[in-house]
């Protein structure tokens, strides 16, 4: 099937706090947002599940309480069901848990909307589009990472962009309204095949918060994405 074109859907940039500094990271996300920022996406990992460690639940609602942006919370962890209910009293409003931690994934699923949120799916860039096809009528959300998750500032894997097409076929063929985000080594170069690929929401670390002007950062991704 032919890849949709990216012209028609909102585009919807995230910056990932992953970046920011967490000294201040009150003010960080209050100039994201006022940068023009759509979400704030919020990378919780375990040590476990990925090679590294950042923040939990009371990061989350520390956050909360300086922007009104949805907070998409992205959680790189084992047994993530065991922490869905604290992440969203936290303040969470889409939750995301991988598919190579989920050996029940439409319980996960389940548990991520009975407590309140909104539920994505997020799968690995060498995991297949197929994990997710079963369960796509049952989610908000889609993540196809385009890094390794674990680490920011790592390079983009261009392959996972087949992964994205074939997801995008699949909610216009069935006329679902999913979010399809990309997280990942995201710049003003790859933001534009990731959106062509049929990606709606970009998550970008580095490229906001590791430079000196947020807007014009966000600006340029989101023209990058629009070409
Ligand atoms: C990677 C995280 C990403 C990360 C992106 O494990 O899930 O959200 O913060 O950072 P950049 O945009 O720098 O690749
Ligand atoms: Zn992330």
Not at 158 to 173: C, D
Not at 177 to 201: K, M, N
Request: proline share 5%.
């Amino acid at each position: 099937m032919s890849t949709p074109k990216a012209e028609g859907r909102a585009i919807r940039i995230a910056p990932s706090i992953l970046a920011a500094d967490f000294a201040k990271l009150g003010a960080e996300v209050r100039a994201a947002e006022q940068a023009g920022a759509d979400w704030i996406h919020v990378d919780v990992m375990d040590g476990r599940f990925v090679p590294n460690i950042s923040i939990g639940p009371l990061v989350v609602k520390a956050v909360r309480r300086h922007t009104e942006l949805p907070l998409d919370v992205h959680l790189m962890i084992v047994e993530p069901d065991r922490y869905v209910a604290d992440f969203v009293d936290a303040g969470a409003d889409v939750v995301g848990v991988h598919v190579e931690a989920c050996p029940h994934l439409h319980r996960s699923v389940e548990t991520i909307k009975e407590a309140g949120a909104r539920a994505c799916v997020v799968l690995n860039p060498a995991t297949p589009a197929s994990h997710v096809e079963s369960i796509l009528g049952d989610v908000d959300q889609v993540l196809v990472m385009t890094v390794n998750p674990g680490f920011g500032g790592q390079k983009f894997i261009e392959s996972a962009l087949s992964t994205v097409s074939t997801i995008r076929g699949w909610i216009e063929e069935r006329g679902l309204s999913v979010d399809l985000e990309v997280d990942g080594g995201i710049t003003p170069e790859t933001i534009g095949p990731a959106a062509a690929a049929g990606a709606d929401v970009f998550v970008a670390g580095t490229a906001v918060f590791g430079m000196d002007d947020y807007k014009v950062a966000i600006d340029t991704l989101r023209r990058g994405a629009r070409r």
